[in-house]
């Protein structure tokens, strides 16, 4: 989930919004992080990390910060959002940070990531050519300790590049949001359940993608790894 003012959508999300929803629809935890948006990033990190401490083991912080800033700058915040704040991954979005996973800007998120052992989610599909899946192949081989979760597995357009890169890496994982149900259905059957995790992207889609994963075919236990047992051993959650 994000919390903030995306500058893509414009869409609006508070704190309020995302515990409601998750009242609403019987989310026992969440991961939030910033929308990709032109507030001030690091006051919605402070805030985050505010959840975190209202909701112990019910919000999980992800950092999201532009790869652009000074590498001191970025270090600096990316560990305070780990160390100080509790934050259990990062982000990059190469479409709303501008930037392509391959450059050198990049190397300090995998470099963090490997230290702290923390994901790194990235954004794909839309912003292309910056966010195709395939991208990520280079990175996840660079990085073997270093989980990979491709946000939204493609997009839809790209699902296929995204089935493609996860086949090709052990250590990338599929986040399937905004995908038809029957490329969703393709993907666990192709690169195992075990590399797929539930994402809802705006706190509107949560529904939608509730009723695709419980509507293709899976079993109740198929259903709790992907809803629980995944993320929380992606994500090395060891309180959940």
């Known amino acids: 989930m994000h919390l903030g003012v995306s500058k ?5 999300t ?3 919004d995302i515990t409601n929803a998750m009242d609403k629809y019987g989310i026992e935890a969440a991961f939030v992080m910033p929308q990709p948006t032109l507030e001030n990033v690091f006051d919605v990190h402070t805030a985050i990390g505010t959840m975190m401490e209202k909701y112990p083991n019910r919000i999980f912080g992800m950092t999201s910060l532009d ?3 000074a590498e001191e700058i970025y270090v600096n915040e990316v ?3 780990i160390k100080q704040l509790g934050f259990v991954a990062i982000k990059l979005h190469p479409l709303g940070h501008n930037i392509s996973p391959l450059s050198k800007h990049c190397e300090k998120i995998y470099s ?6 923390v ?3 990235v954004h794909t599909g839309t912003g292309n050519p910056f966010s195709l899946p395939s991208l990520m192949i280079d990175p996840a081989k660079r990085y073997p300790d270093v989980s990979f979760i491709l946000c939204h ?3 839809a357009v790209y699902a296929d ?3 493609v890169a996860a086949k090709h890496c052990e250590n990338i994982f599929l986040e399937p949001s905004w995908c038809q149900t029957y490329m969703t259905r393709k993907m666990i059957d192709q690169v195992g359940i075990e590399k797929i995790i539930m994402g809802s992207d705006h706190i509107s889609n949560i529904p939608v993608e509730l009723a695709k994963y419980n509507n293709i075919g899976l079993t109740d236990e198929q259903l709790e790894t992907i809803f629980y047992l995944n993320p929380k051993r992606i994500f090395k959650l060891k309180k959940l």
């Open 8 to 12: 893509f959508s414009g869409v609006s």
């Open 14 to 16: 508070t704190e309020e």
């Open 67 to 69: 790869p652009w800033l």
């Open 79 to 81: 560990e305070r959002c």
């Open 112 to 117: 963090l990531a490997s230290k702290y052992q």
């Open 119 to 121: 994901p790194v989610l």
């Open 153 to 155: 597995a493609g997009f």
């Open 161 to 163: 590049e995204a089935l």
